[in-house]
């Protein structure tokens, strides 16, 4: 019961610590029906249309929505603004919308689709899901807040040969301008050659970069980053906001090259033991030697060695 109480007693603080939202400004929850309903519609139109939505019709359907709410554009730009230097609360509450958004497209019979086949896979195995670093990042054009950097461990489960997939979804809110991610990842082989591969982001959605093999040489390191640009828009006030979640890296071992590189083990664990056993047959023969003269060791005459 006191502990209890205790527990208790520890929430109440962290509440009390943890300041509110002010009330000028758009609450959580009704921010995060806002930018639910906005994600739906865009996606109604784009089903539509497809590869016909223009940025009128998107700021017309996202008046649309603000108009449901009862709330002009003047107050959703203000808390964004609030928003914005309030990250890990807008992170919440994308992190909210990004899960009603994966239940709405269940009950609607949505394929599981790339991210959710490889979602199943642990980090061993042939087929793995290799990434331990951050699943969900927010990135708006400003620096400090435009760049996530990541890198991935390499270790002895890696082998000659091995693809990989860089995988994630990503959601955006784009006022105007140009939407563009740039996706590099940099590995660095033994040798020191590195290969840099790139990619552009500038829709929402599954976006995929994929590492070619290297039959050649070992992976010893790999890292990259996402970076979100101004998109030719330079307006401080401007509505710009990349959600990116389900990160994944994908490993694919070549399994000829796994077994080539398990065979080369193979080979020089026997020459290893060979060795070992002819070094101990050698001690072998000399003990015996000395034995059968008394204890006493063999004498060596020096003229016979070879100079």
Not at 63 to 70: E, I, N, R, W
Not at 269 to 297: C, F
Request: proline fraction near 3%.
């Amino acid at each position: 019961m006191k502990n209890s109480l205790l527990v208790f007693a520890a929430l109440l603080l962290v509440m009390a610590c943890t300041p509110s939202v002010p009330s000028e400004f758009i609450q959580p929850g009704e921010m995060e029906d806002i930018l639910y309903d906005y994600h739906i519609s865009q996606a109604m139109v784009k089903a539509e249309h497809p590869g016909e939505q223009s940025d009128m019709e998107r700021t017309k359907n996202f008046m649309a929505v603000l108009k449901k709410y009862g709330v002009t554009e003047a107050d959703f730009d203000s808390s964004m603004v609030y928003y914005y230097s309030h990250l890990p609360r807008l992170k919440d509450i994308y992190l909210e919308v990004n899960e009603r958004l994966a239940d709405e497209a269940k009950e609607l019979g949505a394929s599981v689709g790339e991210i959710g086949r490889y979602s199943q896979y642990s980090s061993t195995g042939d087929t793995a899901n290799i990434w331990s670093g951050a699943a969900d990042v927010l990135l708006i054009p400003k620096p400090t807040m435009n760049r996530f950097d990541f890198t991935v461990k390499v270790d002895t489960s890696f082998y000659k040969g091995d693809s990989f997939m860089f995988q994630f979804m990503s959601e955006y809110i784009w006022q105007s301008g140009t939407k563009d991610a740039l996706v590099c990842v940099l590995t660095k082989y033994e040798g020191d050659s590195i290969i840099q591969t790139v990619n552009h982001v500038s829709v929402s959605g599954l976006s995929q970069v994929r590492i070619p093999a290297n039959k050649e040489n070992k992976l010893k390191e790999m890292r990259g980053y996402i970076y979100l640009g101004k998109g030719g828009d330079n307006d401080e006030n401007t509505r710009k906001m990349m959600f990116i979640s389900q990160i994944q890296m994908i490993r694919f071992h070549n399994k000829e090259a796994k077994n080539e590189t398990k065979n080369d083990s193979i080979k020089k664990d026997s020459l290893q033991r060979g060795d070992n056993a002819r070094r101990k047959e050698s001690d072998t023969v000399r003990v015996g030697d000395i034995r059968r003269n008394g204890g006493q060791a063999l004498s060596i005459d020096t003229r016979d060695a070879v100079h």
